[in-house]
């Protein structure tokens, strides 16, 4: 099968080459194909003929859409998706986008399901929430897939950004002393977890929405708690504060656990982030 990967340098795109090297891959990142020309990028897709289109090129910076990227934020995660689900119903093809937990307001205690309804506060989570509409309307045979809170290898692509794993790592060498939020409540999501899940998806599931994080939630505060036991540095302090501690432009959602119904249970994170501290 051929298999066509947009983004494929960033930190998920890059385990999706990996997992689907037994077929015909094509790996591209914005300098191959810039999505948000959308004339270009559906010539250049028609002419290749792929039967399964994943796409994880997005607009990932929160606080930054809730002012002058707010354009380019919806392009990327609305507009350009929905692009390129025309074109892939265009030539038969699968077409798998990834949204985020926060399309989700974060009010319900119990975390969401998939079917849940959305409910975003932050302009990141209405462009994730209105390219999940916009597929809605277009059809075809279309995987939409939630993660949230990704960590894994840092990608190549210019713009890519570490992981909050990998961030505290780097400043652990600097300091032992943190103030962590002790709120925000969701399901992390090890990359090469979710590629492998992706995979398992369009090959055994039918088209619609799944949530594709792992198993169990944490609080920033009881992440960075977690990734310092698994590195030996028990010695730094960590100080649980609220959400207003560190005031930013976007909300985040209190709670936003994605639940998942329509798969066999993942691996809990706790399980995945040891065996990435393990290998990197
Ligand atoms: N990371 C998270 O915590 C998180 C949480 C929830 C949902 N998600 C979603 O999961 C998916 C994968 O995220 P990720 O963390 O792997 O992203 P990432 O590491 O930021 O990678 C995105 C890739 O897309 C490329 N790209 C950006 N704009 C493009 C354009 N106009 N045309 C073509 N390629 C373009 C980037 O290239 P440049 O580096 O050159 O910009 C980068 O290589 C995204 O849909 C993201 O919104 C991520």
New binding site residues.
């Given amino acids: 099968m051929k298999i066509l990967i ?8 890059q385990e999706l080459v990996r997992v689907f090297s037994d077929h015909e891959v094509l790996a ?3 300098e191959d ?4 020309d959308f004339e270009k990028a559906r010539e250049k897709i028609i002419s290749t003929t792929p039967s399964l289109i994943i ?6 910076n929160v606080d930054m859409a809730e002012g002058e990227g707010r354009e380019i934020c919806f392009k ?2 609305a507009e ?1 998706p929905a692009n390129l689900a025309r074109v892939a119903k265009e030539l038969g093809a699968s077409f798998v ?6 399309v989700f307001g974060g009010t319900k205690e119990t975390g969401y399901t998939e079917d849940d309804p959305l409910d975003p506060i932050s302009e990141y989570g209405k462009s ?1 929430a209105e390219g999940e509409r916009l597929l809605g309307e277009i059809g075809g045979k279309i995987y939409i897939i ?5 960590f894994g290898v840092k ?1 190549s ?5 570490e ?1 909050f794993v990998d961030l505290m790592i780097r400043l652990s060498a600097e300091k032992n002393e943190f103030d962590m939020v002790d709120s925000e409540l969701t399901s992390p ?1 090890y ?1 090469p977890d979710l590629a492998l899940r992706t995979r398992e998806i369009v090959e055994n599931h039918p088209p619609g929405i799944y949530h594709g994080a792992q198993d169990g939630a944490c609080t920033w505060y009881s992440f960075a708690q977690e990734i310092f036991r698994l590195i030996d540095r028990e010695d730094i302090k960590l100080n649980p504060v609220g959400s207003d501690f560190y005031p930013r432009p976007a909300k985040r959602p209190v709670c936003s656990v994605l639940i998942n119904t329509k798969l066999p249970p993942a691996r809990s994170w706790q399980e995945a982030l040891a065996e990435y501290l393990r290998d990197c």
Avoid: H
């Fill in positions: 947009l983004g494929a340098k960033g930190m998920l795109g591209w990142d914005r194909c810039n999505i948000c796409n994880c090129a997005a607009y990932n990327l995660n350009a986008q990834y949204s985020s937990d926060y994730k939630r993660p949230s809170r990704i990608g692509g210019e713009g890519v950004k992981s999501t990359a």
